[in-house]
């Protein structure tokens, strides 16, 4: 592994920590200028460290003897990626492990921070096998916390909500490694025929299971470079994410309003689903996202579908009852893509949430409002928070009597709850991300 690997991982984890910059913006960034082969070993150190952090915290706070909140983070990032290469990466010898971290730090600590550096590191690699996590039986929620890296607020959270082995098992799935899955653009290809050109270009295909349109690449290197990505044969999207057209089911020369749309995943998934046929109305409250849907609209060719900057903490008096579909895909704390985000865990905090919850609740209440006599509207969330989720679709329910949930276990299949209108989606019972969306008809 070259120097430089070791020198962009450090500057991207001191970005993330530091300056607060998304991972994947932080990587994408940073990336440029070395190797193929060394940007999966980039990924792979700086989501490791990320994902593990406080059990690496735990190990620095076991064999240092400065404490953890004095020791600068630039020197505390070398220890996480030099103590993640020795507990986790067998490839890497433990002696390069320790070595690189000392140069590191010679280059951006001061005098003397290699000895200290050198002196855990060398520790750790003694007594890697004798690590002790906290009792379980006796603190039950610090031993997941620091077994599976996630904040003790969470996982009291998951408990209250599901029990201690659902939360444990939450917690299991979030540290795996998700597939990549990508939906097909039904307006320019078949899933089968995608399946097929993908396989010959040495792709490991697989149909999803739940998602009519998708598939999941087991191997997906440099997968926005090919042909049929550029010829907008596909689209880069969760498979739970792909349920929420799927439930919507529009049909053609509707008039669907996307409250909250960016990337544009969905909007464009609608566009397909009506065989580009009707109007769709893309909102967000940044230009920056809306070129992004933009771009998506131009390479899928979903172009009954027009951006609008528009705030949805707001009313449109010109759209009251006039959409027979409206799509509140709500901004939300993201608990179910901690696998893909594992900074999310480090970025959320418990204090944050109430205000999300009454945000979350206006612009549903404000999306209701456009919907006609007939229509439907789609509340989802990629969360696995229930006050975010069904704990607002029954305030709402009680609070507006002309909207009742409907049921749709006839286009999702296998999935509880499907049939009452609501289906809540785990990683580790449905390995997609976490996630909810409830179907409603307006009487």
């Known amino acids: 592994?070259?120097?430089?690997v070791r020198q962009k991982v450090f500057k991207i984890l001191y970005e993330i920590n530091e300056k607060d910059a998304f991972s994947n913006m932080a990587i994408n960034k940073n990336i440029k200028g070395i190797r193929d082969n060394d940007i999966g070993l980039v990924r792979e150190i700086v989501y490791g460290v990320l994902e593990n952090k406080i059990y690496i915290d735990f190990i620095i706070k076991k064999f240092s003897k400065i404490k953890l909140r004095k020791i600068s983070p630039a020197i505390k990032n070398i220890l996480e990626m030099g103590i993640y290469q020795i507990i986790f990466l067998d490839?890497?010898?433990?002696?390069?492990?320790?070595?690189?971290?000392?140069?590191?730090?010679?280059?951006?600590?001061?005098?003397?921070?290699h000895g200290f550096v050198n002196g855990v590191l060398?520790?750790?690699?003694?007594?890697?096998?004798?690590?002790?996590?906290?009792?379980?039986?006796?603190?039950p929620i610090q031993y997941l916390s620091v077994k599976y890296s996630h904040p003790e607020w969470m996982i009291k959270k998951w408990i209250k909500d599901y029990g201690y082995s659902f939360a444990e098992g939450i917690c299991i799935a979030n540290n795996k490694k998700p597939h990549l899955n990508i939906r097909v653009n039904t307006l320019k290809t078949s899933r089968e025929e995608l399946f097929h050109s993908l396989e010959s270009k040495n792709l490991k295909v697989k149909y999803t299971k739940y998602a009519k349109e998708g598939l999941i690449i087991e191997n997906p290197k440099n997968i926005t470079r090919l042909k049929e990505f550029k010829d907008g044969l596909f689209q880069i999207q969760d498979e739970s994410s792909m349920l929420v057209g799927q439930i919507m089911n529009p049909k053609d020369n509707s008039f669907i309003i996307d409250v909250c749309s960016a990337p544009g995943g969905k909007s464009t998934h609608l566009a397909e689903k009506m065989n580009n046929r009707?109007?769709?109305i893309a909102r967000d409250i940044y230009n920056h996202k809306l070129e992004l849907i933009e771009e998506n609209i131009k390479r899928l060719g979903t172009n009954i579908i027009t951006t609008e900057k528009f705030n949805g903490l707001e009313l449109d008096k010109k759209l009251l009852e006039k959409v027979d579909y409206c799509l509140v895909d709500a901004p939300c704390s993201g608990l179910g893509l901690i696998r893909r985000k594992p900074d999310i865990?480090?970025?959320?905090?418990?204090?944050?949430?109430?205000?999300?919850i009454k945000l979350q609740y206006q612009i549903l209440n404000n999306g209701s409002k456009y919907v006609k006599k007939g229509g439907t509207l789609i509340y989802s969330t990629c969360t696995t928070n229930k006050e975010e989720n069904i704990k607002i679709i029954k305030k709402f329910l009680a609070e507006n009597k002309d909207f009742t949930l409907k049921g749709f276990d006839d286009l999702v299949k296998d999935i509880e709850g499907a049939e009452k209108g609501f289906i809540e989606l785990y990683p580790n019972i449905?390995?997609?991300?976490?996630?909810f969306i409830a179907k409603l008809i307006k009487k």
């Open 430 to 435: 449905h390995n997609v991300d976490g996630f």
């Open 91 to 113: 490839r890497i010898p433990d002696s390069a492990a320790v070595n690189e971290s000392v140069k590191l730090s010679k280059k951006y600590g001061h005098k003397g921070t």
């Open 1 to 4: 592994m070259e120097k430089n």
């Open 278 to 280: 009707g109007k769709i």
């Open 345 to 356: 865990k480090w970025t959320k905090k418990e204090n944050n949430l109430e205000e999300l």
């Open 122 to 139: 060398r520790n750790v690699v003694r007594n890697k096998n004798k690590i002790e996590l906290p009792d379980k039986k006796n603190n």
